[in-house]
């Protein structure tokens, strides 16, 4: 995939508000990005947001993170499946990243924070996400919504590199 310069994107990154997204089309262009907050059912909410941005964008990859042994929630799990199989219905590509697989792109080491990770996308892409680099966190504190976009961004750059 990496010398394919007009293959778009979409990566999702479902949380507990909704989920990150982030479409990325040629080898490094970030064409859109954001958080969509779902009220509601959350699971049914997102696949109806998901199946419009599928036909928007018209993406020939979906790229999610693979949940086979990470800690997320049943409903999570649950929604990245029902992702993929809108997914593949639709005739996009579906794949699967691990968060250890994204650590082993972005840190030499395979081991890195969240947080240093958005700092590394947002040096990437300074004019898009530049701005919506949240500021570092506390231990008392939640983690900002807006580091879904990054948990997106990384989902989409990582299958690139």
Do not use: C
Request: charged share 30%; hydrophobic share 40%.
């Amino acid at each position: 995939m990496k010398n394919t310069k007009d293959v778009r994107i979409l990566s999702i990154a479902p949380s507990t508000r909704g989920f990150g997204y982030a479409v990325i089309e040629g080898n490094d262009k970030l064409v859109d990005w954001g958080v969509k907050s779902i009220s509601g059912d959350k699971n049914n909410g997102s696949l109806t947001r998901i199946e419009k941005m599928m036909a928007f964008y018209e993406p020939k990859f979906m790229v999610l993170q693979d949940v086979k042994d990470s800690r997320r929630a049943p409903r999570i799990r649950e929604l990245i499946e029902q992702i993929a199989v809108l997914a593949r219905n639709r005739k996009v590509r579906v794949v699967l990243l691990s968060r250890k697989q994204i650590q082993q792109v972005f840190f030499h080491e395979g081991r890195g924070t969240k947080y240093a990770l958005a700092e590394l996308l947002a040096e990437w892409f300074p004019e898009e996400l530049g701005d919506h680099l949240p500021p570092k966190r506390k231990p008392w504190m939640s983690e900002d919504y807006r580091m879904d976009i990054f948990e997106a961004v990384a989902l989409g750059v990582a299958v690139r590199l």
